[in-house]
Nanobody, 124 residues
Framework: QVQLVESGGGSVQAGGSLRLSCAAS????????MAWFRQVPGKEHERVAA????????YYADSVKGRFTLSRDNAKNTLYLEMNSLKPEDTAMYYC?????????????????WGQGTQVTVSS
């Protein structure tokens, strides 16, 4: 089992920045994808960014490319999402998720582990 705990959400004005953190604990050994999803009520989850443990090349959704940066601290088992130039349309509940994977194809992974979510609200 893997436990994920997000933090760092909040309210900012458009153009501002936030950094989300996702601390992983439990059985974190082996290869897996870790990702940030976001969800607005009434809409599907959107995969915002993802990375495979064996890769240094993150995936970014087109909607956040150039504004969001994914990073990780392996020693702390923590994933970060640095969000800059925030827009009102970035307002959502952000979730950290993890799924076992032997390949870097994080778009094809079943994400079995999810955090509780952290709210990001961007006002215009």
């Amino acid at each position: 089992q893997v436990q994920l705990v997000e933090s760092g959400g909040g309210s900012v004005q458009a153009g501002g920045s936030l950094r989300l953190s996702c601390a992983a604990s439990g059985y974190t050994y082996g290869a897996y994808c870790m990702a940030w999803f976001r969800q607005v009520p009434g809409k599907e989850h959107e995969r915002v960014a993802a990375i495979w443990t064996g890769s240094t090349f993150p995936y970014y959704a087109d909607s956040v490319k150039g504004r969001f940066t994914l990073s990780r601290d392996n020693a702390k088992n923590t994933l970060y999402l640095e969000m800059n130039s925030l827009k009102p349309e970035d307002t959502a509940m952000y979730y950290c998720a993890a799924g076992r994977s032997t390949t870097p194809r994080c778009g094809q992974v079943g994400y079995d582990y999810w955090g509780q979510g952290t709210q990001v609200t961007v006002s215009s």
